[in-house]
């Protein structure tokens, strides 16, 4: 169990190396590792790193991170995880040397939502929110000015496990620092 921002954290399938402080969290990820469901590819993986909390109700998630994405399909940002068959990543996407806005939707099938994003940014933004039964992601470069990136029905349920994400599908892993974390709760619509 790790402490943040006073909140207790868990791990599903923590990586080999990584290391928390004073609200920072620094990890490298592992090989072959990757949240996806049946989709065009054909499999299921549940092997990603995902450090997660408890939270109920209406919220807001904001993450700011920075990778050294280096192999094709590292990833990194936020998830928001119902169950095995319901859930959603969302952040960068490292796909033929470019960084990418990515959201993963999983409703037993996953889905996948990319904008190209100019440049190689250092430090990146991604905000979810939680309604009675939808999520909205956004993005932003700057911390301020956020771009919508996916609206989608997620079900309605009491509470969900949210928090960091991480996952090198192709590559021998890299290393992501998240910097910044924060959830505003939000009043039921």
Same mark, same amino acid.
């Given at each position: ?8 954290? #868990?791990?599903? #399938? ?14 490298? &990820?592992?090989?072959?590792? %990757?949240?996806?469901?049946? &989709? $065009?590819? =054909?499999?299921? @993986? ?5 450090? $997660?909390?408890?939270? *109920? =109700? ?9 990778? !050294?994405?280096? %192999?094709? +399909?590292?990833q990194a940002g936020l998830m928001l ?12 996407? +490292?796909? %033929? ?5 990515? /959201? ?18 250092? &430090? ?9 039964? +939808?999520?909205?992601? @956004? ?5 301020? @000015? ?6 989608? +029905? ?8 949210? =928090?960091f994400m991480a996952a090198s599908p192709? =590559? /021998?892993?890299?290393?992501? *620092?998240? %910097? $910044?974390?924060?959830? !505003? ?5």
């Amino acid at each position: 169990m790790i402490h943040i921002e006073g909140r207790e954290f #868990n791990w599903m #399938n923590p990586p080999h190396s990584w290391s928390e402080d004073i609200g920072k969290l620094h990890l490298k &990820t592992d090989s072959e590792t %990757d949240f996806w469901r049946k &989709t $065009h590819y =054909g499999f299921i @993986s549940e092997t990603g790193h995902f450090l $997660h909390t408890d939270q *109920s =109700g209406d919220f807001e998630l904001l993450l700011q991170f920075s990778g !050294k994405y280096t %192999d094709l +399909y590292d990833q990194a940002g936020l998830m928001l995880f119902l169950d095995k068959e319901n859930w959603i990543k969302a952040g960068i996407e +490292y796909v %033929d040397g470019v960084q990418n806005a990515s /959201a993963v939707v999983t409703r037993d099938c996953s889905d996948w939502s990319v904008a190209t994003i100019e440049g190689m940014p250092e &430090t990146f933004y991604i905000k979810a929110k939680r309604g009675k039964d +939808y999520v909205e992601v @956004s993005f932003s470069l700057d911390g301020s @000015s956020f771009q919508l990136l996916r609206q989608a +029905y997620f079900p309605p349920s009491p509470s969900l496990q949210i =928090g960091f994400m991480a996952a090198s599908p192709k =590559g /021998a892993g890299f290393e992501v *620092s998240f %910097d $910044h974390f924060e959830i !505003k709760e939000m009043n039921q619509e």
